[in-house]
């Protein structure tokens, strides 16, 4: 066997590439002009970080006082209301003790049925105050955005596609409707078969 010649030239390493995300510092050599510029911009970069944490910070602290207004305004709502409604609940349970109390029946009947009247017409205007209306049906043109037809009926009465009898009262609170008017709709008749000639 031949012995390797140590006198042969040996394969030179070659160095390994820097890698792509090294960062290398400043040179020695950089003017201190350009030193100064890179801190004032390090310096900049990290004013502008702890402005985004501070302006985060304070829209997610927006939007939970937010939220908690909310809700406080919706129970403050409720809260009115209810103390609105409370003489309401006082008249009716004076009423029902009037009804049992009474003597003479028939006076009670009719004392009952002029209380539950002032009771209504109570409790009609309050829920007006709050911007309560009335969805009036009878007699108009059926209307699909304020109207819900369980039936029609055929009648010569009233023109085709009115609303010839409301079964329930629809509701809407200022512009947004909270219950369609249940109706019944007017239809045309069907035209009768002639009469058969006697034989």
């Known amino acids: 066997m031949k012995k390797a010649d140590s006198h042969a030239p040996k394969a030179e390493a070659v160095p390994a590439a820097p890698a792509a995300t090294e960062v290398t510092p400043p040179a020695a050599d950089t003017p201190p002009e350009q030193l100064i510029e890179l801190k004032a911009r390090a310096a900049k970069a990290d004013e502008h970080w702890d402005r985004l944490l501070r302006t985060a910070a304070d829209f997610e602290n927006f939007k939970k006082r937010a939220a908690r207004e909310r809700h406080e305004a919706a129970q403050s709502a409720t809260a009115a209301l209810v103390h609105k409604l409370l003489p309401v609940l006082d008249h ?7 009804a049992q109390n009474t003597q003479a029946p028939q006076s009670g009947t009719a004392a009952l049925q002029d209380g539950i009247a002032m009771i209504h017409q109570q ?7 709050t911007g309560l209306e009335e969805v009036d049906a009878s007699g108009r043109p ?9 039936s029609q009926l055929e009648t010569a009465d009233m023109p085709e596609g009115h ?11 200022r512009d947004r409707l909270l ?20 034989a």
């Not at 409790?123 to 105050?129: H, Q, R, S």
């Not at 059926?142 to 369980?150: C, L």
């Open 92 to 98: 009716f349970e004076m009423a029902q003790a009037a």
């Open 123 to 129: 409790l009609k205007g309050i829920l007006a105050e």
């Open 142 to 150: 059926f209307d699909p955005t304020w109207h819900e037809a369980v």
């Open 163 to 173: 609303v010839v009898q409301q079964i329930r009262k629809g509701y809407k609170l």
């Open 179 to 198: 219950r369609p008017a249940t109706v019944i709709v007017a239809k045309k008749p069907a035209a009768s078969p002639p009469a058969s000639p006697a």
